[in-house]
């Protein structure tokens, strides 16, 4: 049996980063007001918002390109448990229409950063050999 295990890292990178780094690109454009607000609600200091940058930009770049993709896989696990505590508590224990977990997508993301975080980025990757921080 062949065994592809990176190519399946990669295959799992390049999603999970891509996914999360489309919606980083449109906090760029928009800004982070929204999550300012949501913070600013839950009386923490509205600067943090701006973590939003680390994990919906820089994070998945890491991982896409597989470089210090675990610490980009941190970064991304770190915004996605932000974003459920703040915005998607509620939703936790609740289905959609379909008969799914109502917050799959959120859930999606973070397992999948997860996952790299504990994969590593493999063989095809800036990092190459998949070493400890790759």
Same mark, same amino acid.
Not at 115 to 131: I, N, Q
């Given at each position: ?13 390049? /999603?999970? *980063? &891509? @996914? &999360? @780094?489309?919606?980083? @690109?449109?906090?760029? %454009? +928009?800004?982070?007001? *929204?999550?300012?607000?949501? $913070?600013? +609600?839950?009386?923490? !200091?509205? #600067? ?5 940058? $680390?994990?919906?930009?820089?994070? !998945? =770049?890491?991982? &896409?390109?597989? @470089?210090? %993709?675990?610490? *980009?896989? =941190?970064?991304?696990? *770190?915004s996605m448990v932000v974003a459920i505590l703040l915005a998607h508590m509620g939703q936790i224990g609740s289905l959609n229409a379909q008969g799914g977990w109502a917050l799959e997508l959120q859930g999606?993301?973070? #397992?999948?950063? =997860? /996952?790299? =975080? #504990?994969?590593? /980025?493999?063989? #095809? %990757?800036?990092?190459? %050999? ?5």
């Open positions: 049996m062949i065994k592809c295990d990176d190519t399946g890292k990669l295959i799992l990178r390049l /999603a999970v *980063g &891509i @996914l &999360i @780094l489309l919606h980083g @690109l449109m906090k760029i %454009s +928009s800004g982070v007001g *929204g999550i300012e607000g949501m $913070l600013t +609600s839950h009386g923490l !200091p509205a #600067f943090i918002a701006y973590g939003a940058y $680390l994990g919906e930009v820089v994070g !998945p =770049l890491l991982v &896409i390109v597989g @470089l210090y %993709s675990r610490v *980009g896989a =941190l970064l991304m696990t *770190g999606m993301f973070l #397992f999948s950063s =997860l /996952a790299v =975080l #504990f994969l590593g /980025a493999g063989r #095809f %990757s800036l990092g190459g %050999s998949g070493g400890r921080w790759n």
